[in-house]
Nanobody, 120 residues
Framework: QVQLVESGGGLVQAGGSLRLSCAAS????????MGWYRQAPGKQREMVAR???????NYADSVKGRFTISRDNAKNTVYLQMNSLKPEDTAVYYC??????????????WGQGTQVTVSS
């Protein structure tokens, strides 16, 4: 079994910062791409940031220059540092990790989601 546990969401004023974490646990051989997605009420889930195994990153245009994704391979953890937060960043944030387990093909696992609310 593999489980992703997210933490770090909450309520913050516009201009503030939050740091999200997502740790994978279980029997894991390796982890490829890690990422963060978000879903605001009434909207589709959208990609926020992704980081490959060799730490190449890409970001949604709306968060470039404000958000930073990073990973700690020893801890099977991906982070999202969010600065200069705006009310439009309000959403449920989900992490995802492409995990390879022994005797199986890589597949995407998802966290349970963490609420981020930015007040104006």
């Amino acid at each position: 079994q593999v489980q992703l546990v997210e933490s770090g969401g909450g309520l913050v004023q516009a201009g503030g910062s939050l740091r999200l974490s997502c740790a994978a646990s279980g029997t894991i051989f390796s982890i490829n791409t890690m990422g963060w997605y978000r879903q605001a009420p009434g909207k589709q889930r959208e990609m926020v940031a992704r980081i490959t195994k060799d730490s190449s990153t890409n970001y949604a245009d709306s968060v470039k220059g404000r958000f930073t994704i990073s990973r700690d391979n020893a801890k099977n953890t991906v982070y999202l540092q969010m600065n200069s937060l705006k009310p439009e960043d309000t959403a449920v944030y989900y992490c995802t990790q492409e995990i390879l387990r022994a005797w199986s093909s890589p597949r995407d696992y998802w966290g349970q989601g963490t609420q981020v609310t930015v007040s104006s």
